[in-house]
């Protein structure tokens, strides 16, 4: 099982990101897959997910609005569509299948002008 995010970089106030998650060893829509961010001296917050029937969503109240989680099934890869960006969303941000306990590298977001 192996995730590879990408997508990250720099980005002003009010513009829009959009990462990818790459998966293999697993097929994304049989599990649920999930977002997270770790910003400098803070705890991993968990920013978004996704169901596996059904592709349910949920986010976390910060994000509610300006994230969008989705994936493709095609590409077996799960995206963190991010518009609206402020400058609090500056962090690593990390793909999750928990079924598997399996993360990605992280990739790192900065919204700074």
């Known amino acids: 099982v192996q995730l590879v995010e990408s997508g990250g970089g720099l980005v002003q106030p009010g513009g829009s990101l959009r990462l990818s998650c790459a998966a293999s060893g697993f097929t994304v829509s049989n599990y649920r897959m999930r977002w997270y961010r770790q910003a400098p001296g803070k705890e991993r917050e968990l920013v978004a997910a996704i169901s596996s029937a059904g592709g349910s969503t949920n986010y976390v109240d910060s994000v509610k609005g300006r994230f969008t989680i989705s994936r493709d099934n095609a590409k077996n890869t799960v995206y963190l569509q991010m518009d609206s960006l402020k400058p609090e969303d500056t962090a690593v941000y990390y793909c999750?299948?928990?079924?598997?306990?399996?993360w990605g590298q992280g990739t790192q977001v900065t919204v700074s002008s």
């Open positions: 999750n299948a928990p079924s598997f306990n399996s």
